[in-house]
Structure formats: structure tokens, C-alpha cells
Antibody, heavy 118, light 108 residues
């Protein structure tokens, strides 16, 4: 059974940093595209970042230069390092698996809440 | 900046049929954009329904179907159930992924 479990969210001050983790089970993260999607309170979904099976990465313009996506194959875990956080980064962050062939998201984690506030 | 547009809200009666659409600011949506559809209920993570225009996941109820309609991606619900009341999001692939703004579907 495929499972994605996020952790690491919390309250952080503007300009601060946070690292989110996503522990995967039931499949191998290194063999799939993996991505992060976020949702501000009461708002829609926003795609944030992807890491391809070849380790190349891509980011939404809103987070480029501040966020870094990575994975630890030995732990089968995806990460999102978030620096220089802003109030507009507040929201629930979801870890997702992407099926390479169809470029589709099939599984989502339950999400972790990040609040950027002083 | 690419914008993906959905109807903000729709209302359907139980047992009825409704079609939600997904348009791209770049022009007609084709299968090359690999349209995805997701359902999200309050307080829950989104759930995948349709991928690559019209393919269903193993858990997708038969009453949900996807297609291309008039230059847009479309999600049709036939025989709507009360539990289908939710927010629905489309997702298009442009080399990166872009979500639509979502459609709030009310079953009334």
C-alpha cells in the first residue's frame, strides 16, 4: 500500500527556515517523480516543486531561490528545505507522487501545516 | 504566466449530471497537457480522480468521467450523489504543473 506521511511543519517567523519531510512506503521514491503542492488557508492548490527520477529539480517562480527539494534514497524520504520564509508561504504542504508516464499525481500525503508569522 | 481557469462554482441536483471545465490561457487544451482531476472535501487532502484526460484510478467511481470538450478539459459527473459535494481541481502539464483555481460543486 502506497503511503506518504509528511512532518516538520510548524510556526516560524518571517525570514526563518523550516525543513519538511515526507516518508514514503509501498514504493521507491528514487524511481518516481515526487513533488510538493501547497494550499494557503481557504485558497486553491499551488504546485511548488518537483524532483525527477534523474535528480533534476524544478520550482514554481514563487519559491525559486528560496526552497530546495531533495530526497534520501536510503530513507525513502522526500524533503523540502524552505528558507527566507514569507507570510504568503503559510499553508498546508502536501507531498505527492507523480507517475512519470502520464505526468499525473496519483497519491497525496495528509499534509503538514506551515505558519509564517511573527 | 500560464493561467488555468475553472468555473468558480456550480450547483447540481441529486441524480443529475454536471460538467466541469478546465481552460488554458495558452489556447486549446489537448491530451498533451495530460489533464488531471482531483476532488477535495473540507479538511481532507485532495484525491485523484482522472488522469491523462480520461483515465480513471482504481478507486474512481464509475459516475466520474473525463474528456476534451470545446478546447477544454472536462469532468462529467453522471447520477450525482450527495457525497460528491466538494471542491474539484484540474491540473495541466506544461513542462511544469499548473492547477486550476477550483470549482466548488454544491449538490442541492
Amino acid at each position: 500500500e502506497v503511503q506518504l506521511v509528511e512532518s516538520g511543519g510548524g510556526l516560524v517567523q518571517p525570514g526563518g527556515s523550516l525543513r519538511l519531510s515526507c516518508a514514503a512506503s509501498g514504493f521507491t521514491v528514487s524511481s518516481n517523480y515526487m513533488s510538493w503542492v501547497r494550499q494557503a488557508p481557504g485558497k486553491g492548490l499551488e504546485w511548488v516543486s518537483v524532483i525527477y527520477s534523474g535528480d533534476s529539480t524544478y520550482y514554481a517562480d514563487s519559491v525559486k531561490g528560496r526552497f530546495t527539494i531533495s530526497r534520501d534514497n536510503s530513507k525513502n524520504t522526500l524533503y523540502l528545505q524552505m528558507n527566507s520564509l514569507r507570510a504568503e508561504d503559510t499553508g498546508v504542504y502536501y507531498c505527492t507522487r507523480i507517475i512519470t508516464r502520464y505526468k499525473n499525481i496519483d497519491y497525496w500525503g495528509q499534509g503538514t501545516l506551515v505558519t509564517v508569522s511573527s | 504566466q500560464t493561467v488555468v481557469t475553472q468555473e468558480p462554482s456550480l450547483t447540481v441536483s441529486p441524480g443529475g449530471t454536471v460538467t466541469l471545465t478546465c481552460a488554458s490561457s495558452t489556447g486549446a487544451v489537448t491530451s498533451g497537457y495530460y489533464p488531471n482531476w482531483f476532488q477535495q472535501k473540507p479538511g481532507q487532502a485532495p484525491r485523484a480522480l482522472i488522469y491523462s484526460t480520461s483515465n480513471k484510478h482504481s478507486w474512481t467511481p464509475a459516475r466520474f468521467s473525463g474528456s476534451l470538450l470545446g478546447g477544454k478539459a472536462a469532468l462529467t459527473l453522471s447520477g450525482v450523489q450527495p457525497e460528491d459535494e466538494a471542491e474539484y481541481y484540474c491540473l495541466l502539464y506544461y513542462g511544469a504543473w499548473v492547477f486550476g483555481g477550483g470549482t466548488k460543486l454544491t449538490v442541492l
